[in-house]
């Protein structure tokens, strides 16, 4: 299905092919002409959503030919195209009506973004909603498992909140699926089509995080070769998730606080504001009063935030769920690892249901994984899970905590065939603080 | 049978970065359930450099890799840390020949060094897999997804590039 129709008018034909090919992968429809003759002939013949002039062409100029293919098509939003020497002329092409203008050579993310802004313009609105809604069904929500009265509960929250838009608060131990819920929330929302964008506050620095959240400009600070746009801004239209809101400093915490109120921003090293359309949802497993009480975090930030809660009971009080889960993630592992699926016995079951889970749903995920990894048999046996037969082993060859990491992320390394993601899942670390001890420890596949 | 050459493609005299090229095949393959060689003659670019840009022009090199002697239903990716453009555009990730034999993809505007960040390695190999599984998506016929987080969705910043996963989403992965 294409996108829409885009005619192309210029004079050199390099331009010509290397848009209209551009435009074709980029799944529009369009048509070429060398000129306002052609061009006049041609809209005669189809009929176009878009058109963009070259404004300096032999003949009859850029402008010219804008005055009249608004005589002819009132609602064909046209767009110039100049080199840097025209902007001036562009600038007189926009008082007299022109959609924008935009400069050679273009950077492909900002043609994508006129040419989108201005079809929106002109297409009935109702027609992309209907589109919208067919995308929907391509697109289902990622399956949040619990039956226990504390996850319907969760699941009734998440119905009555994802329509609005108001923002959410979740709170839970670590591990207990509040990324899953803020997924669950975004999926249910009318935004559902728009990027759901997360961010873990806690594992950037201070000045990272600002950059991060909020963008910078080329140049910015040294080494800043290109502008780069920060999460609220990529989110356009969709939900921004952040995770572990209770990590952010005073400082950061004021200019979220300014966001979430103006629903603004400013690129680090910019000084134009940019207006954002977005969600906000956030998660923590601290407490947020105590830390406002203690000094650490801004009051009037929290009574932002805490408007609608959404608290996760940890697994060891809901172990009805761990059942449901333990056939979710054996499903789950089955595709990705590519393998027929696996069932555990009865026993395994019940020890299952027994264990405390300190780490939650993330745990029991792991100790599943790490299960089908090391027991290949059909029905997976109570010793698969270390927390019964093994405990860790202390490594054999040192003592000093450094060398105890060492081995064991050599260990799980080798277990998971040094599938990187795996490893980092295993261990309960992020991938670049995998990758960084590896470095350190300068650990190598066999 | 259908597979994948991994082709390096630098600058006059340096030398590349194969061990990048190692972990991308070992990381692609899964993806597509296709072989996947890493070739040990790489291209030089100098050809394709357009002084006037500063930049080399991507297309000339995706022509030159589908000019490579192949194996019937075999596909070349190659991959240069070189900036690469098209005329009309300042800068293009990578290009393919819809249902053709080649495809390109440059991981230049991918580290995070060139954003002025510090460098992470594991978020390049990352945004080089997707990269890598579009274009040859597009080489094995996938056209663009509207599926956000589809590896086929159209993507020309690596904050979008970031967003979406490696993999097919179930449409594009039947097609
Ligand atoms: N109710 C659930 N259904 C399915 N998977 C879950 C559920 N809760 C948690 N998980 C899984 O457990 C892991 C941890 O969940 P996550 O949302 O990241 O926890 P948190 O954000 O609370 O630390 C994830 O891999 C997630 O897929
Ligand atoms: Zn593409
Ligand atoms: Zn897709």
Same mark, same amino acid.
């Given at each position: 299905?294409?996108?829409?129709?885009?005619?192309?008018?210029?004079?050199?034909?390099?331009?010509?092919?290397?848009?209209?090919?551009?435009?074709?992968?980029?799944?529009?429809?369009?048509?070429?002409?060398?000129?306002?003759?052609?061009?006049?002939?041609?809209?005669?013949?189809?009929?176009?959503?878009?058109?963009?002039?070259?404004?300096?062409?032999?003949? /009859?100029?850029?402008?010219? +030919?804008?005055?009249?293919?608004? %005589? +002819?098509?009132?609602?064909?939003?046209?767009?110039?195209?100049?080199?840097?020497?025209?902007?001036?002329?562009?600038?007189?092409?926009?008082?007299?009506?022109?959609?924008?203008?935009?400069?050679?050579?273009?950077?492909?993310?900002?043609?994508?973004?006129?040419?989108?802004?201005?079809?929106?313009?002109?297409?009935?609105?109702? %027609?992309?909603?209907?589109?919208?809604?067919?995308?929907?069904?391509?697109?289902?929500?990622?399956?949040?498992?619990?039956?226990?009265?504390?996850?319907?509960? &969760?699941?009734?929250? &998440?119905?009555?909140?994802?329509?609005?838009?108001?923002?959410?608060?979740?709170?839970?131990?670590?591990?207990?699926?509040?990324?899953?819920?803020?997924?669950?929330?975004?999926? =249910?929302?009318?935004?559902?089509?728009?990027?759901?964008?997360?961010?873990?506050? #806690?594992?950037?620095?201070?000045?990272?995080?600002?950059?991060?959240?909020?963008?910078?400009?080329?140049?910015?600070?040294?080494?800043?070769?290109?502008?780069?746009?920060?999460?609220?801004?990529?989110?356009?239209?969709?939900? &921004?998730? !952040?995770?572990?809101?209770?990590?952010?400093?005073?400082?950061?915490?004021?200019?979220?606080?300014?966001?979430?109120?103006?629903?603004?921003?400013?690129?680090?090293?910019?000084?134009?504001?940019?207006?954002?359309?977005?969600?906000?949802?956030?998660?923590?497993?601290?407490?947020?009063?105590?830390?406002?009480?203690?000094?650490?975090?801004?009051?009037?930030?929290?009574?932002? +935030?805490?408007?609608?809660?959404?608290?996760?009971?940890?697994?060891?009080?809901?172990?009805?769920?761990?059942? !449901?889960?333990?056939? *979710?993630?054996?499903?789950?592992?089955?595709?990705?690892?590519?393998?027929?699926?696996?069932?555990?016995?009865?026993?395994?079951?019940?020890?299952?249901?027994?264990?405390?889970?300190?780490?939650?749903?993330?745990?029991?995920?792991? =100790? @599943?994984?790490?299960?089908?990894?090391?027991?290949?048999?059909?029905?997976?046996?109570?010793? =698969?899970?270390?927390?019964?037969?093994?405990?860790?082993?202390? $490594?054999?060859?040192?003592?000093?905590?450094?060398?105890?990491?060492?081995? *064991? @992320?050599?260990?799980?390394?080798?277990?998971?065939?040094?599938? +990187?993601?795996?490893? $980092?899942?295993?261990?309960?670390?992020?991938?670049?603080?995998?990758?960084?001890?590896?470095?350190?420890?300068?650990?190598?596949?066999? | 049978?259908?597979? /994948?050459?991994?082709?390096? &493609?630098?600058?006059?005299?340096?030398?590349?970065?194969?061990?990048?090229?190692?972990?991308? =095949?070992?990381?692609?393959?899964?993806?597509?359930?296709?072989?996947?060689?890493?070739?040990?003659?790489?291209?030089? $670019?100098?050809?394709?450099?357009?002084?006037?840009?500063?930049?080399?022009?991507?297309?000339?090199?995706?022509?030159?890799?589908? $000019?490579?002697?192949?194996?019937?239903?075999?596909?070349?990716? #190659?991959?240069?840390?070189?900036?690469?453009?098209?005329? @009309?555009?300042?800068?293009?990730?990578?290009?393919?020949?819809?249902?053709?034999?080649?495809?390109?993809?440059?991981?230049?505007?991918?580290?995070?060094?060139?954003?002025?960040?510090?460098?992470?390695?594991? !978020?390049?190999?990352?945004?080089?897999?997707?990269?890598?599984? *579009?274009?040859?998506?597009?080489?094995?016929?996938?056209?663009?997804?509207?599926?956000?987080?589809?590896?086929?969705?159209?993507?020309?910043?690596? %904050?979008?590039?970031?967003?979406?996963?490696?993999?097919?989403?179930?449409?594009?992965?039947? %097609?």
């Amino acid at each position: 299905m294409t996108k829409g129709r885009i005619l192309i008018v210029d004079d050199d034909p390099v331009v010509r092919d290397s848009l209209s090919q551009w435009f074709q992968s980029e799944d529009y429809e369009t048509g070429a002409c060398d000129g306002a003759a052609s061009a006049l002939a041609e809209l005669a013949r189809h009929s176009y959503e878009v058109a963009l002039l070259d404004i300096k062409m032999p003949g /009859v100029d850029g402008i010219e +030919l804008q005055h009249r293919l608004r %005589e +002819l098509e009132p609602d064909m939003p046209v767009i110039i195209m100049t080199g840097y020497a025209t902007v001036e002329t562009a600038v007189r092409a926009l008082k007299n009506g022109a959609y924008d203008y935009i400069t050679k050579p273009f950077d492909p993310d900002e043609l994508v973004h006129l040419v989108e802004r201005a079809l929106a313009q002109r297409a009935a609105v109702q %027609e992309v909603d209907r589109l919208r809604e067919s995308l929907t069904q391509m697109n289902p929500a990622r399956d949040l498992i619990g039956a226990s009265p504390a996850m319907r509960r &969760v699941n009734e929250l &998440v119905q009555t909140v994802a329509p609005t838009d108001a923002t959410v608060l979740i709170t839970g131990e670590s591990g207990t699926g509040k990324e899953v819920v803020a997924r669950a929330v975004h999926a =249910a929302s009318p935004r559902r089509l728009h990027p759901l964008v997360a961010i873990h506050c #806690g594992a950037l620095t201070d000045s990272l995080l600002e950059s991060e959240l909020f963008g910078h400009e080329k140049g910015a600070f040294t080494g800043a070769h290109a502008r780069k746009k920060g999460k609220f801004e990529v989110a356009d239209g969709g939900t &921004v998730f !952040l995770d572990e809101i209770a990590d952010i400093s005073l400082h950061t915490q004021t200019d979220l606080l300014r966001v979430l109120q103006e629903k603004e921003i400013t690129r680090v090293g910019g000084t134009q504001t940019l207006k954002v359309d977005f969600r906000a949802i956030v998660a923590t497993n601290k407490r947020l009063e105590k830390l406002v009480e203690e000094g650490t975090f801004r009051p009037d930030l929290y009574y932002r +935030l805490n408007v609608f809660t959404i608290d996760i009971p940890p697994l060891r009080s809901r172990r009805e769920d761990i059942p !449901l889960l333990i056939e *979710h993630f054996l499903d789950r592992f089955a595709v990705s690892m590519n393998r027929p699926r696996q069932k555990v016995l009865p026993a395994t079951v019940e020890m299952l249901i027994e264990y405390a889970w300190p780490g939650n749903v993330r745990e029991l995920e792991n =100790a @599943i994984e790490r299960a089908l990894l090391i027991c290949r048999e059909r029905e997976l046996p109570p010793e =698969a899970f270390p927390f019964q037969a093994h405990p860790i082993t202390p $490594a054999a060859e040192g003592r000093s905590l450094d060398e105890i990491e060492k081995h *064991h @992320i050599a260990a799980i390394l080798s277990e998971s065939q040094w599938n +990187l993601s795996r490893a $980092a899942r295993i261990l309960d670390i992020d991938r670049t603080t995998l990758y960084n001890k590896i470095r350190r420890y300068s650990l190598q596949e066999e | 049978m259908e597979s /994948v050459t991994l082709v390096a &493609v630098t600058a006059a005299n340096t030398a590349p970065d194969m061990a990048l090229l190692d972990r991308l =095949a070992s990381r692609l393959a899964p993806v597509f359930h296709l072989s996947i060689t890493v070739s040990n003659s790489p291209i030089d $670019a100098a050809f394709a450099y357009t002084p006037e840009r500063c930049q080399y022009y991507s297309t000339r090199l995706v022509a030159a890799l589908a $000019a490579l002697p192949t194996r019937p239903g075999e596909h070349i990716l #190659g991959i240069t840390p070189l900036d690469l453009f098209v005329p @009309i555009l300042t800068f293009v990730f990578g290009e393919a020949q819809l249902r053709g034999p080649a495809a390109i993809v440059s991981y230049h505007r991918l580290t995070e060094e060139f954003y002025g960040l510090p460098a992470d390695a594991a !978020l390049l190999d990352q945004r080089l897999l997707k990269e890598a599984v *579009h274009e040859l998506g597009h080489t094995l016929g996938l056209r663009h997804c509207d599926d956000w987080s589809c590896a086929m969705a159209s993507t020309h910043t690596v %904050e979008l590039l970031d967003l979406k996963g490696a993999e097919l989403c179930p449409h594009c992965r039947r %097609e």
